[in-house]
């Protein structure tokens, strides 16, 4: 840019330098479409005290599975180690969907997060908490239902982040459509509209 053209005032040169170098900060950036990623605080909170209460909820588990395992028969045994080995992997799995999800504003991650919730989580939880014969002992049965009121929280809360994201969502796509800020062909390959 040649600054020395006759017309250019100092104020000029200053914003146009100014303008390079912190954009947006002379002059305000009404017409810019942005997409602001909005976590569900709820959501958030039952993900991190989960994710906290984790590993003590592994640890009581396993010596609770220790003390008990002589008193069960051999189908019992092979169907509670299965259950609490799935249980830990589908939990860590569903975690960092929910994080991801939650935190970025991604619809596929909170989806796969929900998902595993209700169709694996919730049954195999509710499983441990009222089977009459795992023999839960008080701190088990304890730490089994928190995790359990842990997980009804994050259902509903996890549907109600899904929802809002996917509306909103939408709505940017739709206000996109609307500005033309993005070409067709971009639009079809980055949202799969067809």
């Known amino acids: 840019m040649n600054y020395s053209k006759p017309g250019f005032t100092w104020r000029e040169t200053v914003t146009t330098m100014t303008d390079k170098f ?3 900060l002379s002059h305000k950036l009404e017409d810019v ?3 602001e990623v909005m ?3 709820p959501l958030q909170m039952a993900l991190y005290f989960n994710v906290v209460l984790v590993p003590i909820w592994f ?4 010596i609770h ?13 092979f169907i509670t180690f299965a259950i609490v080995i799935t249980l ?12 991801e999800g939650n935190l970025r504003d991604k619809i596929p991650e909170l989806a796969g997060f929900w998902m595993l919730s209700v169709l694996l989580q919730l049954p195999l939880q509710t499983f441990l908490l009222l089977n009459p014969y795992f023999k839960l002992h ?11 009121v842990l997980l009804m929280i994050q259902l509903i809360s996890g549907y109600s982040a899904l929802k809002y994201t996917a509306n909103k969502q939408a709505t940017y796509v739709r206000i996109m459509n609307l500005h033309n800020h993005v070409p067709a062909s971009s639009k079809e390959s980055k949202y799969k509209i067809q």
Request: charged share 10%; hydrophobic share 50%; aromatic share 12%.
């Open 22 to 24: 912190i954009p947006g």
């Open 65 to 77: 599975m220790i003390s008990q395992y002589p008193a069960f028969n051999e189908l019992y045994k």
């Open 88 to 99: 830990l992997s589908i939990e860590a799995l569903r975690l960092y969907l929910g994080y």
């Open 39 to 41: 976590a569900n605080l």
């Open 59 to 62: 640890i009581i588990l396993i």
């Open 138 to 148: 008080v701190v088990t049965r304890t730490i089994q239902f928190i995790m359990c």
């Open 33 to 35: 479409i942005g997409n």
